[in-house]
């Protein structure tokens, strides 16, 4: 029975009926009757990386989250340690104070931002098991078959959107047709709704459910850089009006602030910049994908509902929940779990013992009859082209045939427990 590739697919006739399924190019598809029961966070397919039994989700590079962190707290640490008494010296007490506790607010308040958006569901779309139905809308001939099988689906399709057509696409991947305004991240390896894009700073996708938390984040973080510079530099010109110094001597007086205002000057620009850019986005309702990529004016943005009414969808609309519910329980077809292993099988070598097998793919089932006659009448065709192609006959029956089985077929006499056969049947041709 021949699956897609040219390849068979092994089913268990003892414990299941025949069905029939779509194997890889380079690997047989096992199928077994009984699955392991996972949560869907540990059966997904994207790239992303969940901590806390799959109630946080973060992006393939989260490790950058703590660069950001770094470059937030380091200097909100140093202006607490070294510029706070300075300041508290300086001013009256109570207003001293007051500075110092409002910049830890403000830390801590934009840090829960960050949290929040990158370790949220950034508005993921779950993946099909299989293609959707055609509805027989402008199929493109151009357009192959999905898996090699079942109708051909055009590669994109009209969508009306506040009186104008869009076109969304299929994405080959999660085997869908995206919704307006989604696209697939390379990096997550997911379609994310409204897609903003990847943000490497958080390690997270920017979509439709964290946009919100990711603006406040850049724009708090925008004012927090400014209030630090500015205390700092009202710190400075106090030194220099009650010691009568210029400048210089008093940098070198509080050399902490002037530290931390080159770095918050730096910073500012840079964040500064980005809320501006987002704050013009919001305004004319685009996502930086699509200034990019489309680059939208007044009159051709079918998303533009005016000023006003996209800053309330952004800031006042209600975050709608996700459609991916990480800690429920599933029910996995172990040929995912196969396919999750290929890389590893691939490594392995074709002599390795039967029961590594059994412990990757789990317990063997009984193979059919006719697969493996299908199997050894295989063997026996290579063995023999091999022995006529590459060798003259031999007639000395003392002599050892120069022929031998190929890696290949040896690990599949192997996996489907066969290796009595072969070393039987090498027995039988030194009697030739």
Partial sequence: MKGSGGERNMYNTT?????HGHGSDSNRRIIVSNGPNLRVYQAWRGSNIFCFGGRLIFGPDVRSLFLTVFLILTPVILFCAFVSHEIISEFQPHLGNTIVILCAIF?????????????????????????????????????????????????????????MIVKVKYCQTCMLYRPPRCSHCSICNNCVERFDHHCPWVGQCIGKRNYRFFFMFVSSTTMLCLYVFAICWVNVRKIMDTYHYNLWRALLKSPFSGILILYTFICAWFVGGLTAFHLYLICSNQTTYENFRYGYDGKTNPYNIGCVHNIVQIFFSKIPKSKNSF?????????????????????????????????????????????????????DSVGGLER?????????????????????????????????????????????
């Avoid at 414990?15 to 069905?19: A, C, R, T, V």
């Avoid at 569901?121 to 999905?146: A, E, F, K, M």
């Avoid at 031998?404 to 049947?425: C, K, Q, W, Y």
Wanted: aromatic share 6%.
């Fill in 15 to 19: 414990s299941m009926p025949p069905q």
């Fill in 107 to 163: 830390t801590a308040y934009v840090m829960i931002l960050l949290f929040l958006t990158s370790s949220r569901d950034p508005g993921i779309i779950p993946r099909n098991l299989h293609p959707p139905d055609d509805d027989g809308s402008g199929i493109s001939t151009d357009w192959p078959g999905i898996h090699g099988s079942g109708p051909s689906l055009p590669p994109t399709k009209d969508v009306a959107v506040n009186g």
């Fill in 388 to 432: 006529c192609g590459t060798q003259p006959r031999h007639t000395n029956r003392d002599q050892k045939p120069n022929w031998e089985i190929t890696p290949d077929i040896r690990m599949l006499a192997a996996e489907f427990d066969l290796e009595h056969g072969l070393t039987d049947r090498q027995k039988i041709s030194r009697d030739y």
């Fill in 327 to 379: 800690r429920a329980k599933v029910k996995v077809d172990s040929s995912s779990v196969y396919a999750s292993s290929m890389s590893f099988r691939q490594s392995l070598s074709p002599e390795m013992p039967k029961t590594s097998f059994d412990i990757e793919v789990g317990k063997r089932q009984a193979v059919a009859d006719e697969d493996l006659e299908e199997i050894q009448s295989h063997i």
